[in-house]
């Protein structure tokens, strides 16, 4: 039994780790928005995770790999604003103008963002995905677009200083076959 287990986290670790090479952009995916899992921010200034991500979205949508950016992230304990408002200041700082910008800013989870923001989309006809984390944190980003109906592409902000370190590599191999079998088991 324990030889089983350790071959099933092996199986998930290497697939984290494949997910987090992976970037779904550089290969011309066109994408309705580029969807970025907030992260913390301090009074109102994104964190260098957050930061990280942001910028790697602004370029992409510079990019044209799609003509929105959806923005997640809510209140974070002891916070003012939003994950995703941090990000809205930010982005317009970088040109990207508010017409091109959806918020969702009640998740704070990467299962609440993701289902709050399928049913934003869903709700303007848009399913087409391009997401926007941390390497090792895109295969569980992945399986829960997949369950809330979008069609996800991935690209991964390889800047991020999560990056891809063994520590996350590891949380990650448990959190992922976590995520798939919670929502299988929901639906």
């Known amino acids: 039994m324990a030889a089983g287990?350790?071959?099933?986290?092996?199986?998930?670790?290497?697939?984290?780790?494949?997910?987090?090479?992976?970037?779904?952009?550089?290969?011309?995916?066109?994408?309705?928005?580029?969807?970025?899992?907030?992260?913390?921010?301090?009074?109102?200034?994104?964190?260098?995770?957050?930061?990280?991500?942001?910028?790697?979205a602004v370029t992409l949508w510079r990019r044209g790999v799609a003509p929105r950016l959806v923005l997640t992230g809510g209140v974070g304990a002891g916070d003012t604003i939003s994950e995703a408002a941090a990000g809205r200041r930010y982005v317009r700082r970088l040109g990207v103008p508010d017409s091109a910008l959806v918020l969702e800013h009640d998740g704070r989870t990467t299962r609440e963002?993701?289902?709050?923001?399928?049913?934003?989309?869903?709700?303007?006809?848009?399913?087409?995905?391009?997401?926007?984390?941390?390497?090792?944190?895109?295969?569980?980003?992945?399986?829960?677009?997949?369950?809330?109906?979008?069609?996800?592409?991935?690209?991964p902000a390889r800047d991020s200083p999560n990056g891809l370190g063994v520590s996350y590599l590891v949380s990650e191999s448990f959190?992922?076959?976590?995520?798939?079998?919670?929502?299988?088991?929901?639906?």
């Open 5 to 56: 287990a350790a071959a099933a986290w092996l199986v998930s670790a290497v697939a984290v780790g494949a997910t987090a090479l992976r970037d779904d952009a550089r290969n011309g995916a066109r994408s309705d928005v580029i969807v970025v899992l907030g992260a913390a921010q301090y009074a109102g200034r994104p964190s260098p995770v957050f930061k990280a991500r942001l910028d790697h």
């Open 113 to 155: 963002s993701l289902a709050n923001t399928a049913d934003l989309l869903r709700a303007r006809g848009w399913t087409r995905v391009t997401l926007v984390s941390d390497p090792m944190h895109m295969l569980r980003a992945g399986i829960l677009a997949r369950r809330f109906g979008l069609f996800p592409a991935l690209s």
């Open 175 to 187: 959190k992922a076959p976590t995520a798939f079998l919670m929502e299988r088991a929901r639906h």
